[in-house]
Structures are given as C-alpha cells and as structure tokens.
C-alpha cells in the first residue's frame, strides 16, 4: 500500500485502522471488545487504534452497552459521521444523479436531472452543469465546499458522446476536489462491498439489470477488471447473432439489446391501452415491475410474451457466469428483483440449467435501484478513507 507523505505507520497499522472504520460502518456500533473479537487482535492492540481514532475525531463514543452481568458495561463506539462528506455523480445517456453522503455512506442529499431527448454533449457545458448542480445541492444542505473530501464519477460502459477523462478534470479544476472516476456497475459493487454486506464470501458476482446489464466480478474482496478493463461485460456477450438488433456497441445480438428495459418500454408503448400505465418514465425507462408481476401471475399473455424470453436469457447468463466463475454467491441489483414472484421464476429458470438449487446463491441488493450515484461516493471514501486508514481525512481537514 503507497502511502501518503509524511506518514511513518506501517502498513499493518493502517490495514488495522481500515479494518476497524469498516466494522464500524458494517456493525453500526460496536465495542472495543467486539472489535478486538472479530478482528482477532488483543484488546490492548484495538484499545491503542481506537485511542488515535478517537484522538483524530474519526470515531466517538457512544454510549454504555449494559451487559446484564457482573463487571463494566461496554462502551460503544461509532463513526464520526460528521468528519465529513463526498459528491458523487452517475452519469448516464439520458439523466445525471448527484448525491452527497457523510464518510459512513449515508445519504444527505440528491439532485436528478434529465437531459433532453437526442442531447449532442458539449463537454464544457456539462462541467458547468455539473459544478453549478453540486455546489446548489451543497448550499441546499449547508454544506461548506470546504468539508467535502471529493467527487465520485460513475458512468456506463459505453458513452461515445461523452469524454470521462474530460469531465473529471473539468470538475477537478472548477471544484477544486480531487475526481475519481469507474464504470458505475463495479462502483456499485464496491458499495456493496463495503456499506451493505456482512460478506459471507470475499468471491462473488455483483450483476445490475436496468436499461443497461452489466457484471462484476470480486474475487479475494478485489474486483476484477481484465486486460481492457472490460472483464465481466456480460451485456455485450453475443446471445443471438441472427437478431435483428443492433446494441451500442456495435454487435449485433448482445445479451443487453435482446433484454433491456429500454425494449420492453418500447414493446409496451407499441401495445399501449391499459398496458400503458406499466411504464413509470419513459425516457429513464422505468418500469412497474410490482404491476407487471400481478398481471405475470394472472397469467396476462401479453406481459407473459414481453417477458418470458428475456427472463430465459437473463436465467442463461447467470446460470453461465455461476459455472464459469464459482462464486461464494451471485448478488443481483435492480427493480426487477424486488419482485419476489418474477425473482422466483429466474431462480427456477436458473436451477434447470445447471441442475442444482442455488436459490441460497442469489441474494437481492439492499441498494436502490434509482440511485446509481450511490456507488460514485463508495470510490472517494474507499480512497481518502479506507485505503488509508482515515489518515488522509484527518490531513484534509487540517488543511481546510
């Protein structure tokens, strides 16, 4: 690990410190003795950690914890959520989403904004759209630009009209906030990773379904990128080549034109009448999946033709990555999986085709699925607070 300098602590020390800011964000509260007993160190050793922490004003104390036995109470610890906050930004071809959250994760604040159809970007004019919404969304919260540690990008795998590099550094110069910018499904994954999950298994598939599809792939708590940094782009695997779509891409026949949200709006919009209502927003292609699985159930022919394919498709992929890649457990993200009746029909699907119950396998994110910017903050806290023990927050407020 590189760090910062000035620093004399080794690199256990704050591999030690990350791992207690994570146990505190995963557990909400914990003691310094329930610390100690799932980090497998003395009390002592996390005594000496929680000192410095609370020392810096990164962790306090709570309360008592009565234990109902002779002897002290415990005294419960907690994140600062106050030390400070990050920006974060999903940027998609039809809408942008900022948010503000404190260092735990939390939620303080968001901003849609929806661009107008067949929009041509002007690099320019979206820095500026972008700094003028961010510095709005901080006044909203009373938030001063000073206590903000940096700005999250997310964005879609593939975005010809839009130069990532170019609208980091744009950012970067008008905010003056160092910018850190990743694909948004393994932002996401991240997030997963680090403020939802008690993980079972450092090895898993995190799969988001929406107007898009896409895969990440973590194995050893480290995602996988590959050579192009394109490894687990499920999406853009060839599913039907013989299909008359065109992704993109480029392909024809990728998994993601053939199942997409953005083809059943279309295919719905075609059918119109009482079926009309499913659709929630047309242009971010927001779909009433609870609706549509009352009229699944009641076995509508319609829905059952829109939807029916694409659930074999999407059960086929998952089934594939499961045999290929092994994982401890397959993580799915997106409206259509808060819907237990069509959630059961992919797991089914997906026992068929390798021939074993894997329903302990898929665990549904706790994530909204309408806030794509919450993976764009994981990539700021991850680098200016956990990978360097809370080191770099501390130096960043002493310096502001």
């Not at 600062?80 to 071809?93: D, F, P, R």
Request: charged share 25%; net charge neutral.
């Amino acid at each position: 690990m590189k760090l910062d300098k000035g620093l004399n602590s080794s690199d256990m020390k704050i591999r030690n410190r990350s791992r207690v800011l994570k146990l505190l964000i995963k557990k909400n509260e914990l003691s310094r003795k329930g610390i100690a007993d799932y980090m497998g160190l003395t009390k002592a050793a996390i005594s000496r950690i929680v000192a410095e922490l609370i020392d810096e004003k990164i962790i306090k104390e709570k309360g008592i914890q009565e234990t109902g036995a002779l002897g002290r109470n415990k005294i419960l610890l907690e994140l600062n959520k106050k030390l400070g906050y990050v920006l974060g930004l999903s940027l998609c071809e039809d809408h942008l989403m900022l948010i503000i959250t404190d260092v735990s994760g939390g939620i303080v604040g968001t901003c849609l904004h929806e661009f107008e159809y067949h929009t041509d970007f002007d690099e320019m004019e979206m820095i500026n759209l972008i700094a003028n919404k961010s510095l709005q969304l901080l006044w909203e919260h009373g938030i001063d630009k000073c206590s903000v540690f940096g700005f999250g990008i997310s964005y879609i795998g593939e975005m010809d009209n839009i130069n990532i590099n170019m609208i980091s550094s744009g950012i970067q110069n008008r905010l003056g906030l160092s910018v850190i910018a990743e694909n948004n499904v393994r932002a996401l994954a991240m997030y997963e990773m680090d403020f939802v999950r008690d993980l079972t298994s450092n090895n898993f598939l995190f799969i988001k379904y929406g107007p898009g599809l896409g895969m990440t792939i973590v194995q050893n708590e480290k995602v996988i990128e590959g050579i192009n940094s394109r490894a687990g782009e499920i999406g853009h695997t060839i599913m039907d080549s013989a299909a008359d779509t065109t992704c993109r891409c480029g392909r024809r026949g990728c998994l993601e034109s053939l199942i997409s949200e953005k083809g059943v709006v279309k295919d719905i919009e075609k059918k119109g009448g009482l079926y009309s209502p499913l659709i929630l927003n047309n242009k971010l292609a927001l779909i009433d999946y609870r609706q549509a699985s009352i009229m699944i159930e009641n076995k509508d022919q319609f829905i059952l033709s829109i939807f029916e394919k694409r659930f074999d498709y999407l059960a086929k992929t998952i089934a594939n990555a499961i045999i290929l890649l092994d994982p401890g457990f397959v993580c799915v993200y997106g409206a259509i999986f808060r819907q237990k009746i069509i959630l059961d029909i992919i797991i089914k699907k997906i026992n068929t085709y390798i021939a074993e119950n894997i329903e302990s396998k898929i665990i549904v994110s706790d994530l909204d699925p309408g806030n794509l910017a919450l993976g764009s903050a994981t990539l700021v806290i991850r680098n200016v607070f956990f990978n360097s023990g809370g080191y770099r927050t501390v130096q960043m407020a002493q310096v502001q």
